[in-house]
Every structure is written in structure tokens, then in C-alpha cells.
């Protein structure tokens, strides 16, 4: 579904991204981890289109993303999610909810129907807010909603776009005990039809949610597996000084 | 957002009524009047679109304004087109004007791109003042109004005449709210909050600001052509810099990013204007300070906290009944 | 008169309207890269300048009466908008700026006219300079080339003072950075006061040495205003050299254009500015790297 196929990124003569090379079945929820410097924004970034890379493709379904700007290739089905919340903050909820989602339906063009009223879009912003869990906050500002309740309208968004491809970047940063646990049911609700590729820093949501998981270090990839390798490989224990950190 | 509310619709129907009544009942000087608010409100409310709604603040307004009223005359005198036709190119060309500066200025912000659409309304107003044949500094004299004298409407009487020009602000309000609720005008609105998640989200930015400054250009040129057709006269002082700059004192004083705050502006400056004018020669100091005054406050304007007031006490009733 | 020599004449032209809009825009660019301040009403500073000087030279009978009031007058009136009015609007978003300084346009606009009049009117030129200098073949006016000659002074002045003192090293600091600068200890808001202050004075001057060659007129402050904006940005606010090199670029191709082609001129100036707005916005020589 998605593949990388030997992507480099280097800023002068520091290189941050080594080589690297991913290939995401369709459906697959992949989990890359590393620990700070490894170069997992970095990468983050090049797949979505904010660094262009110095070598190395991008592949969609066999499409070449490369050249794509961020907009071409959310429009090929590319969402994403921000680690700092990147909301549309003086609008609602709904509204919110409502740009991605005429987006995904095309009634973005349109110059003179009034799109708050399609019903398409409105089961769309209503489903997805389900999903997300902000059914009863639909009509609040986002500038007065909480940190938890932004932080699940930033994955909302990427999903009210209908995508193909989700990429999210450390979607439980900041988020206290209580909102995560519900993060992991989000995630395992999610249909099969959509394939996630997750950047994080916690540990227990890759092990809960990924089918593989890839681990960076200084730019490469170090190494790739199931959970259980993951949890068993030595190289990996090592990288993350000393065992694991598991707490809640 | 934009959404159409009752007390836009209200206040827009205020407007239109007295505007009206002062028209009929009033003399000569009274249509005078109304038909400067008029082309005021229309052009008011076409900055409005890009500058409220889509939180770029053009200072070329003016000269897209002029470019209307001069293509017109372009096509009226020297053309000896007729004034359907005149309108049409009028229209034409600046929606286009603004097709351009709305897509060459898409990647500058703050006061890069105010200067930027400033100096675009300026080489517009240089061009003009500078070409001979449109007569320069005197400007051109001999435009025509239409003619609807097979509608049994004779547009060379100031009342008719004023009677157009005042249909033809809820038009234009019909138009921009139209297009303001719509998806486009939503992308429009979604890029003045954040340009960056607009664009993961797949939008296309230049594309959409240069329809929307093509289309406020548009309804800018209506008022351009019908304060051609007023005065039956254009000269370049219709397109300084100065001109962009009042049209913005009159979209805030009424409110921004309201739609029809603007129009109330209109009224509130034509008609401030002529009253203060009638014993003082110095009513540009009651201006300036006004707009100091509203900006230091919030810059609401006096529709705009109308509007916010309304909205409060309506929440805070809401809230008394649960 | 020779066609070089003709030439020559223009070229002084043309360098001393560099000169004036040196002595405006560089009281602006520094205003802008400092304080981050659009300040629209400068120039109506200048007019008040103007203004300022001819009531004094009519009161004292000496141009130099005026030339050394006008800026000290100015300065005053800075001083009251500042605490007034600019202190609080700085932190405000470049367009409550740009409305607020229109504002003072309108109200300084009939300021003037209340209490000068709306009639044109003239100043006299000193009498030390009232003569014509012959020199390269060429007969020119000297309060012209004192013009040119205080410009370069100032011009001078100030680049000494940026460069070979604290208090310009400061200012230089806070146009970079002004955040960092005040957590090295730099007390910002009293630079700002003094740079704010400076720039009016500046104006003042421009318009006390504008009055003798351009009539005084409550229209001079929005006429230069455009030309003055277009040299800042143009140059790079916030930065002396930018002033210099932006007053340089307009004086010549609005002088010379006016001769060889007049309306390619003034397109061209606003072309230019639009190229750079686009492609460099932070000027030909920006302040910052």
C-alpha cells in the first residue's frame, strides 16, 4: 500500500534520514519508534510532504508520491494527524470536522450550495465524531475545548478526510491516563480498509496496537518485527537504555 | 463561519427600507446620498469577502473599483458600446484584476501582502491616470446609463435611478452570502484560520484565494460601473490608495468579517459625512478619531458588537431555559 | 546646455530626491524592524515638519529658525503619540496598525489645515544657499546640493552610529532579535521610545528642508508617503543600508523615468516593489540574515 523505497534526507552534511525503506501492506498498522534524534519526525515529514527527500520514492498504491505537494498527495489519500494540535481553533467543533470532510466528498469546489446543509456531510461529521468521541461537543469552539478533546479532533480531522493512508504523529502526546486508554479503542476500531503508519514515544501503545513495528536510530532502520520480536530483541532493549519503560 | 442570521437579514432589510423611504420622500440631495451609500455598501461588502472572511486585507480595493468604473467608460464613450456591454467588460475585467493579485499574492501574509496589494492598485491607478486617451488627471465625461425604457423605466431620473443602485445591494449581500456558505466559501474561510491544515487537507490555497479576490473583484466593479453611471463621469481620484484605505475604515467601522457590517458603515460614513460637512469643513478629524476610537476598542465596529451582544444575551437565554 | 551636462543636472535631481526620501524612510525602516510598527502617519510627520518650519521662519525670519524647531517639533508630537497611542498598539496585528495610522493621516490631515490653512505655501531658502554653484560646466542650485550634502551626513552619521556604538549595536540587537535582546538585559522599550522618537525627528527635518523646493501643502504628507513606503520595503526594513540603496533606486528611476519616460517609470517603481514583496520580502539588503 504504501511503500519507501531507500529514502535519504540530508541537511548539509548531516544526515538524518539513512536509507530507510518501509513497505506497508494494505490495512497494516505499523508503528516506527526510536528514541529522541533517531529521525522519526524527519521522516515523518518526507512522507508527507513537508521535506522533499534527497534520494529515495514514496509509493501509494504503486503511485509515486515524491514529487507530490502536500496537498497532491492528501489528495491521493494521504492523511495526517499533528503532534502539536493544528486545529482551526475560533470554529466549531462541527465546522472543524466539516472542512476535512467536504474535502473528502468534493463539495469544496462548489460555489453557491450551501454545504452546511448536505446530509452527506453532516452523516460524515456525525460518524466521525462518534469515532472520536465528540458527539456532545459538536457545537463547541475549539478555542474552549480541552486539551484531550483537541487532541481527538486533530485525529478526526485526519479521518473525516476519508483517507487511505492515516500517518500520525504521536497521537497520545500530552494526553493524560485516562484519554489514552481510549486512544488504543480508537485505534483498534478503526476499519481494516484504512492503513495507519504511527510515529510514537510510548511504548505500550505499539505494543497494543501495531501488527509490525520498525525502530529508528540515528536515521536508519535498526530493526523491524512483531511486537514480540520487538519486545524480545536485545538490539532494541539496548537502544532504549536498559529495558523497558512500561508504565501506564 | 458564515452564517446567515435573522439580524443580517433584519438590518439588511433596514437599511434597504429607510434608504428607500429617505429616497422617495426626499429631494434631489437625498437620492444624491443614497446612491453614494449604495456603491459605498456594495464595495464595502466585496472587501468584506477577502478581508473578513478570508483574512486578507486589500488595499486595491479601490482601484478594482476604478477599473470597473473606467472599463465602462472604456467601452460607453470611447467604445460607443452600449451599457449592457460596458457593464459586462466591466465586470470582466475586475474580476480579473483580482483573479491576478488574489493568485500572485497567495504566499504573502501580514503586511507584506497589504503593502503588495498596494502596490498593485497603484500601477492600476498609474496606468490609468498616465494613458492620454483616458483623458489623464480631467478624467472622461459623457458616460451613459442603461437603458430600460422598455420596461417603462427611465434611468436618468435620480429616483429610478437610486431605486437600481439600492436593489442592487441586497443583490451583492445574496451573491457574497451565497458564496460564503458555500464549500468554496468555507475553504476560503478555513485558509484565513490555518493555511497550513487547509492545505493537508488537501486544498489547492492560491486556487481558492484568487477565485475569491476574482469574485469580490467582481462585485467590486458593479460599484464601480454604477458610480460611473451616477455621475455619468470618471476621473483617476476614483482609484487612489487613499480610496482603498476609506473603503477599509468603512468595512471596519461597520464590523468586519460581518458581510453586512459594511454596509452599515456605509450608511454611518455617507451620512456622518454630510452632517458633519453642513457646519464644518473639517470633518476628517471626527473620522480619525472615530476610527482610532473603534480599533483601540476591539475593532468590533457598531454592527459588529450588535451582533456580539445579540449573540450573548441569545446564549445566555439559552442557557436560563436549560 | 550640453547634453551632459543636462544629464548631470538630472542626476543631481535625482540624487537629491534620493537624499529626502533617505532622511523619511530611514526614520521608518527603522521604526518598522524595531518596533514591528506600520506607521502610516509618517508622513504626515513630515508635512507637520513642513508646517513647522515655515511658522517659524516667518516668525524668526531665519530658515535655520525652522530647520533646527521643525524636528525638535516633531519629535514633541512623536513623543505624545507614542505614550498615547503607538505604545499600545505595537503589539497589534499590522492591519489595526495600518487603520489606526490612517486614522492619524486624517486627523493630522486637518490638523494642518485649521491651523495653516489650505492654501500652498512657500518657505525661502537661507541665504547662504539662495545662489546657483557653478561647477563641470553645469549652473545648479546650491540649497539643492546642501540638500544632497546633509543627506550624506546624515546618511554617514547614522551608519557610525550603528555600527561604532553601544546604543547602535542595541538597536541593531533588537531589530534582529528583540526578544533575545531584552533577555540580555537591553531595556527594549526605552530603545524603542528613543528610536520612535528619533524617526520623527527625522521627518521633521525632511519636511524643513522640503519646504523651500516643494510648496507646503496638507496634501505633501500622502503624496510622499507611497514613494517612502516603497523605498523601506524595497530596501529591507529595518536596515540603513536597504534605506540608502531603496532611496537611491526610487529617487533615480522616478527622477529619470519623469524625463525619459514617464510612464514607464512609475510602473516600473511599482513593479519592483511588488517583485521584491514577492520573491525577497525582506528586502534587497535585509537587516536580518
Redesign the interface.
Known sequence: MLEVVRLCKAFGSLVVTDNVSLKLEPGERRVILGPNGAGKTTLFNLLVGELKPSEGKIHLSGADLTPLSIEARARMGLARSYQKNNLFNGLTIRENLELAGARALGLSRHLLRDTHRDPRLRDLVEEVAEQVGLTSRLEETVEHSSYGNRRQLEVGLALAMRPKVLLMDEPTSGVGPGMIQAFHELLHSLSRDLTILIVEHDMDLAFDVADRITVLNYGKVVFEGTPEETRASELVQEIYLGGWDTDA | MFQQTPLKLATLALIILGLLLYAILGGYFARELVIEVAVLAILAMSLDMV?GYGGM?S?CHGAIFGLGAYMYAIVNVLGEGSPISGTLAALAVSGLFGLLVGA??S??H???F???T???G??AY??IF??SSLGGDDGMWGLGRGDLSGLGINLEDSLQFAILCLLCVPLSYAVLSGVLRSGFGRSLVGIRENEGRMRALGITIWKIKAIGFALSGTVAGLAGVLAAQHTMFVSPELMT??VS?EV??VV?LGGLGTLIGPAVGAVLLIFLKHALSSFT?????V??????LV??SG?RGVYGGLELFWERRRNSLNKQEV | MSDLSFWLVQALHGLQYSMLLFLLSVGLTVIFGLLHF?NLAHGALYALGAYISFSLTNWTGSFWAGFFGAPLGVALVGISLYLG?IR??RK?????Q???T??????F???C??LWGDIALGVEQPEIFSKTVEFLGVTYPSYRLFVIALGLAVMGGLHLVLSRTQIGAMIRAGVDNDQMAACLGINVEQLFFFVFCVGCALAGIAGAVAAPILSVSPEMG?SIL?PT??VV?IGGLGSLPGAILGSLLVGFIQTIGAVVA??LA??LV??L??GV??LK?SGLLPARS
Open positions: 478581508a486585507v488595499l500572485i499574492t504566499r504573502t501580514g503586511i507584506y497589504i503593502m503588495t498596494l502596490a498593485f497603484q500601477m498609474v496606468l498616465d494613458a490608495w487613499t484605505g477599509l475604515v471596519i469643513d473639517y470633518w476628517h478629524i473620522i480619525g478619531v472615530l476610527l482610532i480599533v483601540m475593532g | 506600520v497611542l499600545q498598539m497589534a496585528g499590522p492591519m489595526n495600518v487603520l489606526v490612517f486614522g492619524l493621516i486624517f486627523i490631515l486637518d490638523l489645515r485649521i500622502t507611497i513606503l516603497i520595503v514617464p510612464q512609475s510602473i511599482y513593479a516593489l511588488a514583496l514577492i520580502p
